[in-house]
């Protein structure tokens, strides 16, 4: 079963998103989310809502926020894995935008914090447990992506769920280049942050998926992501630390 708990109309924009790069669509800034180190905006076209990062230009940050953000939606696509879709924007690039923005369709029409639904005691303890394998199977992808900025505020629940608690992970700006500074980085594994009960059956499961994916759609992957959003040397310590752990996950989180 799918650990995707995306309505129809998202999972047709995962797969729209996942076929292009750029979003050639004129978006419109509708405010500010109003929290968080990038000062986020909701961006609209047409009917979709999205999150545009940064909000106001980071002229100095050189760190590849949008292109880690789109790969690891690209990658999480790829392995059925619940993170919204992710669409690169050029619009105002370069001086304002050094490294460019990304644009995180809306997670669920009803989307909410996992920490704010849980302060609201809509977290049953059967929600809760319900959510052990998509927990699992994200704790063995962001080990391979080396995020280092998992909280369970970085993880959206649907507010509409019944009898399995939606899930959508979000914000993988500190991953992969951010970390990796050479071939073979030393990061271990993601720790388990969230407070639902491991499920090893998963985690076993998606470790194997992820050594299944060749060395060439890694590279199709990431290789297609402009210059200005990965520079040459970031990009190879992508291309070389996905291939280097993708095989190496099980021994990493003790599998
Ligand atoms: N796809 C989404 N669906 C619903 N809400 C989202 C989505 N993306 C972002 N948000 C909301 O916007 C807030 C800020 O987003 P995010 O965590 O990606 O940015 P940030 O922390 O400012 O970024 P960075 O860590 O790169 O500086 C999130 O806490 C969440 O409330
Ligand atoms: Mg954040």
């Known amino acids: ?45 047409g009917d979709t809502v999205g999150v545009a990062k ?22 999480a ?6 993170v919204p879709p992710v669409i690169l924007w050029g619009k105002d690039m370069g001086h304002h935008y050094i490294r460019g923005r990304s644009i995180s369709g809306w997670a669920f029409l009803q989307a909410g914090k996992w920490d704010d639904a849980a302060r609201l005691g809509l977290l049953t303890s059967e929600l809760i447990t319900s959510a052990s394998p998509v927990v699992s199977a994200m704790r063995v992808f962001h080990t391979w992506i080396s995020d280092t900025d998992r909280k369970s505020d970085h993880t959206q629940v649907d507010l509409d769920s019944a009898e399995v608690l939606g899930v959508a992970f ?11 500074k050479q071939p073979g980085a030393p990061i271990g594994a993601c720790p388990a942050y969230m407070p639902a009960p491991e499920d090893r059956g998963t985690m076993v499961h998606t470790a194997d998926l992820i050594s299944q994916i060749s060395d060439a759609e890694i590279e199709r992957i990431v290789n297609r992501i402009p210059a200005g959003y990965l520079p040459p040397v970031e990009r190879q310590h992508v291309l070389d630390n996905l291939k280097g752990r993708r095989g190496n996950l099980g021994a990493l989180l003790g599998l």
Do not use: N
């Open 54 to 75: 940064p909000g106001p230009p980071k002229a100095s940050d050189l760190v590849c926020r949008a292109a880690h953000e789109k790969i690891a939606f690209d990658l």
């Open 1 to 45: 079963m799918s650990l995707r708990r995306f309505s129809k109309a998202q999972l047709e924009r995962c797969s729209a998103w996942f076929d292009l790069v750029e979003t050639p669509d004129e978006w419109t800034d509708i405010g500010p989310i109003g929290e968080g180190e990038s000062q986020s905006v909701r961006v609209k076209y």
């Open 77 to 82: 696509h790829r392995l059925d894995l619940p």
């Open 170 to 180: 979000i914000d993988h700006a500190f991953s992969m280049s951010f970390q990796w």
